[in-house]
């Protein structure tokens, strides 16, 4: 059995969660009238598409500075909805735990398989 990479099962879990979050942001500012409608909705669907699809590429190079970079952009939503800026800055916090705790949990779990494969030799 492979064993999967922790930094990417943790990193998909979050993603996928905050297009959920993307989705309802955009449903209040569309009610809010904050811009044109088809302004919002383009940026609102685009970023939680991003978000939905990436963990789908998360693993291979530059994989992991994309989601940065949507982190950025979900937190500036708050633009239009204040909110964001509070919701998005949980998010990045997450993100950022996700990426140092699953690096950790990555590295400790491969340097057990190296010592269990040392020692059956």
Do not use: H
């Amino acid at each position: 059995m492979r064993n999967r990479s922790t930094q990417r099962t943790l990193g998909s879990m979050l993603m996928a969660f905050e297009s959920f979050v993307v989705i309802f942001a955009t449903l209040v500012a569309f009610g809010l009238k904050v811009a044109d409608p088809a302004a919002v909705w383009a940026v609102g669907l685009t970023i939680s598409f991003a978000l939905i699809v990436t963990p789908a590429i998360l693993g291979k190079q530059g994989s992991y500075l994309f989601g940065t970079f949507l982190q950025v952009a979900v937190v500036a939503l708050g633009i239009w909805v204040p909110l964001m800026y509070v919701v998005g800055g949980i998010f990045v916090c997450l993100w950022a735990w996700a990426m140092i705790a699953g690096t950790t949990i990555d590295k400790a779990r491969a340097a057990l398989d190296r010592s269990a494969s040392e020692n059956q030799i």
